[in-house]
């Protein structure tokens, strides 16, 4: 992840996989245009992270992307194993 363009201390909070996992089953089921949208993730998420912290994560990744897909950050290359790996 990318270092952090708010100045929230918030959004430099570390993110488990667990965390991540919550955030993007929230994030699914609270699409765009939901009202409320980040407090409703935060819930969803037992309110471990705040609608602050949720909001800057998804702005962190959504910036992330912007740049890897604009070619100004190469595309992650990724050491994997499995059967889509295979020749």
């Given at each position: ?36 949208r ?17 909001r ?29 790996t295979?020749?």
């Open positions: 992840m990318s270092a952090s363009r708010s100045s929230s201390p918030n959004s430099m909070s570390k993110w488990s996989p667990k965390e991540n996992k919550m955030f993007e089953q929230a994030l699914a089921y609270y699409g765009e245009g939901t009202p409320n980040w407090d409703k993730v935060s819930s969803a998420m037992g309110g471990i992270k705040s609608a602050e912290e949720v800057c994560h998804y702005e962190d990744l959504d910036y992330d992307v912007k740049m890897i897909e604009s070619g100004h950050v190469p595309y992650p290359q990724y050491k994997t194993q499995g059967f889509w295979r020749g």
